[in-house]
């Protein structure tokens, strides 16, 4: 088996196989659920991230001279993305 043959379809049949028999057809339909569902997740996250760094864009926006000033403090605006 050489180094460069790796990855053949041949190859792929038999480690899916075995997979399948290890884990069950079950476990796996669980296991890529899971893994959409995390998928889902971290992108709601991203853009939850996105809207907050927006809301503050526009802010200021809004006044920057209120910024320059020091007159406003964004950490108390920030919007809790973990929700």
């Known amino acids: ?3 460069g043959n ?4 041949m190859q792929l049949l038999i480690l899916l ?4 028999l290890l884990f069950g057809g079950k476990r796996l339909r669980n296991l890529g659920g899971d893994l959409g569902g995390a998928i889902k997740g971290f992108k709601n996250a991203m853009a939850n991230t996105e ?5 503050h864009l526009v802010k200021i926006n809004q006044d920057p001279q209120a910024l320059l000033e020091g ?3 964004f950490n108390k605006h920030t919007e809790n993305v973990d929700s």
Do not use: E, F, R
């Not at 790796?6 to 379809?9: D, H, K, L």
């Not at 809207?51 to 809301?55: E, F, H, R, V």
């Open 71 to 73: 007159k406003t403090d």
């Open 51 to 55: 809207n907050a760094n927006t809301n």
């Open 17 to 20: 196989a075995i997979v399948l």
């Open 1 to 3: 088996m050489a180094a």
């Open 6 to 9: 790796i990855g053949s379809p």
